[in-house]
C-alpha cells in the first residue's frame, strides 16, 4: 500500500518537509513480508541518509528476513521539521514498507552507532506510540532491543531497553528472534522471555543488574539476579567466509551519506591505537577471503547498480592481498564504470600504484591519519607511523599528480603538549615542502587540509582511564593551532568541543545519566551529534537539575581500581592488557602491531584460540 | 556522449509516493536501474562517469507525473522494445516504464504541458476555477530564489477545462515560456481569498506544438 494512502496528511504535510524522500520507503530492494509470526522494526536513530550509509544495517535486515517466520522493516530518525509535522497531524513513526507504527511490533531494534544519538531513540519510541521506559511499558508493547558499538557501554541507555546484545549480530540475532518467537507462541510473560534471553551468549538484559554507588557517584557494586552471568561475553562470528551475507539490499532512492555498495575484508585491526575503540572491540582478527570479497563484491555491484564499492576494514592496507584483489575486482567493475574505494590507507604502506589503478575509473581524494603532531605523542598513542612515512606518501601521490591532501589529528590526547600541537602545523609544512619537490603539475596549486577532532576517551582502550580536556582547554588549543598554521595553501578546520565534550559524558556514563537523556528530550534535545541541533545549555541545565556533572564523565580520569559501569561486559580483550597499555602510554612505549608480535591482548579465547594475523 | 548513440527516449509513470523523488534523484535512479537491468546506456565522460540521461522539463517535487520522458543513449542495434520489461523489475515503487523508442523530435521543441489539478471541492471547483481562470490580465507574484515579480501568466494558458476531479489545464512549457501550474493555485488564491482550492497535481503529458494532432510525448 502506498504510505500516502495509509496517511493521507502525509501527502500535505511532505511538499513542505526537507528532502521529502527520506520518508517515501518503496526502494528498490526492499523486503516487504506481510504475513510472517514474529514482526520486526530494525531503526537507525539518526537521518535515513545517514542510516542507508550502514552495512550492519543492510546485513541485518537481510538476515531477518532470511529467517522463516520473521519480517523486519526499517525506520530512521525524522529530521526536526519532519518530527513537527508528524506530531502536529498526529502520524505516528512508521516503518518505511509498510506504515506500520512502531508500536504495533513484536520488537524494535535500534543500531547505537554514536553516543549523540540517545535522544532520537527516545524519541523515536515515543513518536512510534512506544513508551520509552522499559519499566512502564506494558506487556503487549514491543520489546526494544540495541546492538551495536554504543553497546560495549550502554548503560546510559539502560533505563530504556529491554536488552542489548553485545558484539556481532549475524548469530546472535536470529538466536534471539527465534526465541522471542517461541515465547510468543507459548505466551510467556515478557519477564520470563527475558530471564531466558539472558542466556544465550552475547545478551545483556539491563533490568537484571543492579548498580550500587558510593556517595562520591562511583560504582560499589554490580549484582546480577535472576540468573544473569556475572559477565556478558561479546558474541563474535568465527567463519566470515560462511556468515550470512545478504545477496541484495536496499538501494536508497535519494542520496546516502555512503551510497554504494559495501562488502567488508577483515574484522579486527593489527594495529592497536590506543585510543581507538574498535581496533580493540572487534578483536581477535578474521579475515575474508579474496574469493569471497570478490564473489560478494560482485553480487552487490550487480544488484544495487551502484556506482561506486567501498571495500571495509579498520585498516585497509593491513589486507594481505589487497592489490590482487584490486586487480581481479576491477577486470569486473572498470567496463562498468564502477569506482573502488578503500578507507583507511596507512601512510606507511601506501602503494600509488594501487592508487592510480583504482583512480582509472573514479577520482578520490588522498587522505591520512597521523592522529598526533610528534613522534612522542604518536608513540603514546601507539599510532605507529613515522613523519617520514607520511611525507614518502605524500610525495608520491603529488609525483603522481595529486594536488592535495587531507590530514587527521586528534587534540586533547593524553600527556599532549604544546610542541605537540607545533608539530601538527610542522607537519603540514613539512607536506607543502614536499609538494613544491615533487608535484607534477605546479601551476594548478595544492590544497593542504588539517583536521582536528577532539579526543573522547572510550572504554575498552587503553585510555578509557584518562581525564578528557576541558573544553576551554580544548578551545585553547585550537586557537593556539590556527595561530601556527600561516600557509596560504593549509587549511584548517576543528571539530567543535561541545559536541565532544557531550560524546565523552556518554561513552563513559553510567545509568544515573538515563534521567538526564530522557529530560533532555522533553526539553527538546535531539540529533545532538548535529552542531546546528545540538542544545548545549539545555544539556548543562539538565545534568545540574538532576545534580550530575559533566566534568564527573567526561573530564575525571578514573582510578584504576574503580569499578567502571561496562565492567559486566566482556568484549574479550582484558582489563589487565589494557591497564598495560595505559601504564605504557605514559611513558611513550609503543607496542608492536599483532602481526609482528602477539601481545595478548586475551581477545583470541572468543575464537577458540584463533587469531588470524595474516 | 559519444556520437554513434541512438538518442532514445523512455516515457515512464512517477506516481504516488514516487512523486517526492526529486529531479536529480530520479536521475541517479534510472541511471542505477540502467545498469542493474544491464541496459548498455552511453555514459557521461566526467570525473565520475554515471549514465547520460535528460530528463527536460523537470516535474516539481510532489507532482505525479503520469507520461513523462526521459532520453538515453543506446547503441545502434539495441532494441529499445525490451527496456520496460526489463527495467521495470529493477525501479522503485512508483516508477513505471511504459514504452521506449528511438527519438523522432527533439524535446527543445515541446510547447506544451498538460495538468490534471485535482481539487477537494471536486466538479463543484473545477468549474469555480475554470471561470475564474478566465480572468486576463491575470497578475500573480511570482516567486524565484533571488526575486519576486508580478507576473501576468494569461498568455501562458493555453486552455482550461472543468472536470468531474477538478480541472485540466494546459500551459505553456517551453524554454522560453514555462508556467509551473503551482501559480494557477496562486491565482485562485488571490482571486477567491475566501475559497479553498487545494489541489494535488498530476502532469499527463506534453505536447509539441499547437497546430500538429495533439501528440503525448
Given at each position: ?7 493521507p ?23 516487504v513480508?506481510?504475513?510472517?509470526a514474529l ?7 539518526d537521518?535515513?541518509?545517514?542510516g ?18 520473521v ?40 543500531t ?29 508493547e514491543?520489546?526494544?532491543?540495541g ?10 541507555l ?10 556481532e ?12 518467537l ?5 505466551k ?10 539472558a ?6 538484559v ?7 554507588y ?7 557494586s554490580v549484582?546480577?539476579?535472576?540468573g544473569?552471568?556475572?559477565q556478558?561475553?561479546?558474541?563474535i ?13 536496499t538501494?536508497?532512492?535519494t ?19 590506543r ?7 572487534w ?67 601506501f602503494?600509488?600504484?594501487l ?15 597521523p ?11 601507539n ?14 601521490a ?6 592535495g ?20 602545523a610542522?607537519?603540514?609544512?613539512h ?28 572504554p ?22 590556527r ?18 565534550k557531550?560524546e565523552?559524558v ?19 534535545c535531539r540529533?545532538d551529534?548535529?552542531?546546528?541541533q ?59 602491531d599483532?602481526?609482528?608480535?602477539c601481545?595478548n ?14 | ?10 516515457r ?8 517526492f523523488i ?11 536501474a ?67 523508442y ?61 472536470a ?9 512549457c ?18 477567491a ?12 503529458g ?12
Open positions: 500500500m502506498d504510505l500516502i494512502e495509509k496517511y496528511a502525509l501527502g500535505e504535510i511532505l511538499p513542505t518537509v526537507e528532502k521529502p524522500a527520506r520518508y517515501i520507503g518503496g526502494e528498490y530492494g526492499q523486503i513480508k506481510e504475513d510472517a514482526s520486526l522494526v530494525f531503526c537507525f536513530p537521518t535515513y541518509e545517514i542507508m550509509s550502514h552495512l550492519g544495517m543492510r546485513i541485518l535486515v537481510g538476515l531477518y528476513n532470511d529467517t522463516e517466520d519480517r523486519c522493516e526499517r525506520a530512521y530518525a525524522p529530521w526536526v521539521d519532519m518530527e513537527a509535522k508528524m506530531r502536529e497531524k498526529g502520524i505516528p513513526l512508521y516503518s518505511l514498507e509498510t506504515g506500520t507504527p512502531l508500536k504495533d511490533f513484536d520488537a524494535v531494534l535500534f547505537l552507532q554514536y553516543e549523540l544519538c540517545y535522544t532520537n531513540v527516545v524519541n523515536m519510541l515515543d513518536l512510534g506510540g512506544v513508551h520509552p521506559l522499559a519499566a512502564e511499558r506494558g506487556e503487549d514491543p520489546v526494544v532491543i546492538g551495536g558499538p554504543c553497546t560495549f557501554n550502554a548503560e546510559p539502560a533505563d530504556f531497553f529491554d536488552i542489548f546484545i553485545i558484539g549480530g549475524e548469530e546472535v540475532n536470529r538466536e534471539l528472534a527465534l526465541l522471542e517461541a515465547c510468543k507462541r507459548e510467556v510473560s515478557k519477564k520470563e522471555f527475558l530471564r531466558r534471553a542466556k544465550i551468549g552475547g545478551v545483556y539491563p533490568s537484571l543488574y543492579e548498580i550500587g558510593h556517595p562520591d557517584g562511583t560504582l560499589s549484582t546480577p539476579k535472576d544473569a552471568p556475572e556478558v561475553t561479546k558474541r562470528v568465527s567463519d566470515l567466509d560462511h556468515m550470512y551475507f545478504p545477496k541484495s539490499f538501494v536508497p532512492t542520496e546516502a551519506v555512503h551510497d554504494r555498495a559495501m562488502v567488508e575484508l577483515f574484522r579486527g585491526c593489527i594495529r592497536g591505537c585510543f581507538c575503540q574498535a581496533g580493540h572491540t578483536r581477535p582478527l578474521r579475515r575474508k577471503k579474496p574469493e569471497t570479497v570478490l564473489r560478494q563484491a560482485r553480487e552487490h555491484i550487480s544488484y544495487s547498480g551502484c556506482e561506486e564499492i567501498n571495500l571495509l576494514s579498520l585498516s585497509s592496507s593491513d589486507y594481505r592481498d589487497l592489490e590482487t584483489l584490486c586487480d581481479e575486482l576491477l577486470e569486473f567493475s572498470e567496463p562498468k564504470g564502477v569506482g573502488i574505494s578503500l578507507p583507511s590507507l596507512r601512510a606507511d604502506s602503494s600509488v600504484e592508487l592510480e589503478k583504482l583512480q582509472r575509473v573514479k577520482k578520490s581524494g588522498l587522505t591520512f591519519a592522529e598526533a603532531g610528534t613522534q612522542r605523542l604518536r608513540d603514546v598513542i599510532k605507529n607511523i613515522t613523519e617520514e612515512a607520511i611525507l614518502n606518501a605524500c610525495g608520491m603529488f609525483a603522481a599528480g595529486w594536488n591532501v587531507k590530514l587527521y589529528f586528534m587534540m586533547g590526547l593524553p600527556t599532549e603538549t604544546k610542541e605537540d600541537l607545533k608539530g601538527i610542522e607537519m603540514s609544512d607536506v607543502l615542502y614536499t609538494w613544491r619537490q615533487k608535484a607534477a603539475n605546479k601551476n594548478r596549486g595544492v590544497k593542504i587540509t588539517v583536521s582536528t577532532s577532539s579526543f573522547v576517551p572510550k575498552f582502550t587503553p585510555f578509557q582511564w584518562a581525564a578528557q580536556d576541558t573544553e576551554a582547554a580544548l578551545r585553547e588549543k585550537i586557537s593556539f593551532l595561530d601556527n598554521i600561516h600557509a596560504k595553501s593549509v587549511a584548517y578546520s576543528w571539530h567543535e568541543p561541545k559536541v565532544s557531550l565523552s556518554f561513552a563513559r556514563g553510567d545509568r544515573k545519566l538515563g534521567r538526564a537523556i530522557h529530560e533532555a528530550w522533553k526539553r527538546g540529533f551529534g548535529w552542531d546546528e545540538m542544545k548545549y545549555d539545555v544539556w548543562q541545565a539538565v545534568l545540574s537539575d538532576l545534580s550530575l556533572d559533566f566534568d564527573f564523565y567526561a573530564t575525571r580520569a578514573r582510578g584504576e581500581t574503580e569499578i567502571l559501569p561496562w565492567d559486566m561486559i566482556d568484549v574479550g580483550v582484558t582489563k589487565k592488557y589494557l591497564l598495560a597499555g595505559w601504564h605504557d602510554a605514559l611513558r611513550g612505549i609503543p607496542w608492536p599483532c602481526r609482528e608480535k601481545s591482548c586475551g581477545a583470541r579465547r572468543l575464537n577458540n584460540g584463533v587469531c588470524v594475523t595474516d | 556522449m559519444e556520437e554513434e548513440k541512438v538518442k532514445t527516449r523512455l515512464f509513470q512517477k506516481v504516488g509516493a514516487a512523486a526529486s529531479h536529480l534523484d530520479l536521475m541517479r535512479t534510472l541511471g542505477r540502467l545498469s542493474r537491468a544491464e541496459i548498455p546506456a552511453a555514459k557521461t565522460n566526467g570525473y565520475n562517469p554515471h549514465a547520460y540521461i535528460s530528463i527536460p522539463c523537470a516535474l516539481s517535487l510532489g507532482y505525479e507525473g503520469t507520461r513523462e520522458m526521459a532520453e538515453i543513449g543506446l547503441p545502434p542495434g539495441f532494441d529499445p522494445g525490451w527496456i520496460p520489461e526489463r527495467i521495470n523489475p529493477v525501479l522503485p515503487k512508483g516508477i513505471l516504464v511504459t514504452e521506449a528511438p527519438i523522432a523530435r527533439k524535446s527543445a521543441e515541446i510547447a506544451f504541458a498538460e495538468y490534471d489539478l485535482i481539487l477537494e471541492r471536486g466538479k463543484e471547483g473545477g468549474a469555480r476555477a475554470a471561470e475564474l481562470l478566465r480572468a486576463s490580465p491575470l497578475v500573480v507574484l511570482k516567486k524565484s530564489k533571488r526575486r519576486e515579480e508580478e507576473t501576468d501568466i494569461a498568455p501562458l494558458i493555453r486552455r482550461i477545462e472543468p468531474e476531479y477538478g480541472f485540466r489545464a494546459t500551459v505553456a517551453s524554454a522560453s515560456e514555462n508556467l509551473n501550474p503551482r501559480l494557477l493555485s496562486e491565482a485562485l488564491k488571490k482571486l481569498p475566501d475559497e479553498t482550492f487545494r489541489v494535488r497535481m498530476t502532469r499527463r506534453r505536447f509539441f506544438d499547437q497546430t500538429a494532432e495533439e501528440e503525448f510525448l
